[in-house]
């Protein structure tokens, strides 16, 4: 069975002043679609780096990436941009909604990007919206939403145009034991009847125990956990 998203020789480093620190280190994994796995680390490991560089949003030292098929470390930057609005939706510890927009604006900002006519990308919205438990939050902002409340219109922005591949950075982490629970069961089961493959970077042995499977990020190497 080919993998669904796929990585080799992955590798990623930064400079700290003149001092070189490799975060991935001849990187590889595979991941099935509709498959959900967790990968674990101590801060600093290079987690959200990873996240980063599937994503497109960051360029590896070497190594490829393989997305649906696609070489996504081949394409251009512009490319990889397009894609990552398609077919990629990110869930954040920060939330990182726009604090201008209402709630549902937010959730529907993915669709217009993908320049979905407004009808559809409202309907598609308040689905999504309702599948959370928020349609009545429509017009509300995001400052006067709970730190859950908050997270759940992420999860309904990152899910809401449909995304083959959904990255999750910390999403419990900026949250109290029992709402993230509540959100991580809404995240995986939402992830499942829309048949999308999860990739989580967590701390919280909790959140990585909704996972399929669980991987360990260690001097730049992933290892199976279980």
């Known amino acids: 069975m080919t993998a669904f998203l796929r990585f080799q020789d992955l590798t990623k480093s930064y400079y700290e002043g003149d001092v070189q620190r490799i975060v991935l280190q001849n990187a590889h994994a595979e991941f099935q679609s509709g498959e959900i796995t967790a990968i674990v680390g101590k801060s600093g490991s290079g987690k959200s780096t990873l996240l980063n560089l599937i994503s497109g949003i960051d360029e590896p ?22 894609f990552r609005r398609a077919r990629i939706g990110f869930v954040f510890q920060f939330y990182n909604l726009i604090p201008t927009l209402t ?7 993915p669709l217009e990007l993908n320049q979905v006519p407004r009808p559809f990308a409202r309907k598609k919205a308040e689905g999504m919206l309702e599948a959370v438990g928020l ?8 400052e006067k939403l709970s730190g859950g ?29 029992e709402t993230g629970a509540q959100v991580m069961s809404m995240l995986t089961r939402l992830t499942r009847e829309q ?9 919280s042995m909790e959140a990585a125990s909704h996972a399929d499977r669980v991987l ?5 190497q992933l290892l199976a956990e279980r």
């Open 195 to 203: 048949h999308r493959t999860l990739l989580m970077v967590t701390h």
């Open 216 to 220: 360990r990020l260690s001097h730049g």
């Open 103 to 109: 709630v549902g604006e937010n959730v529907t900002l």
């Open 135 to 142: 349609l009545d939050r429509w017009d509300t902002f995001p």
């Open 149 to 177: 409340e908050q997270q759940r219109v992420t999860l309904a922005r990152a899910l809401v145009h449909d995304p083959l591949l959904i990255l999750a950075d910390e999403p419990t982490g900026n949250l109290d034991e």
């Open 61 to 82: 030292d070497s190594g490829q990436i393989w997305v649906d098929g696609r070489e996504l470390s081949a394409l251009p930057e512009r490319d990889r941009t397009f």
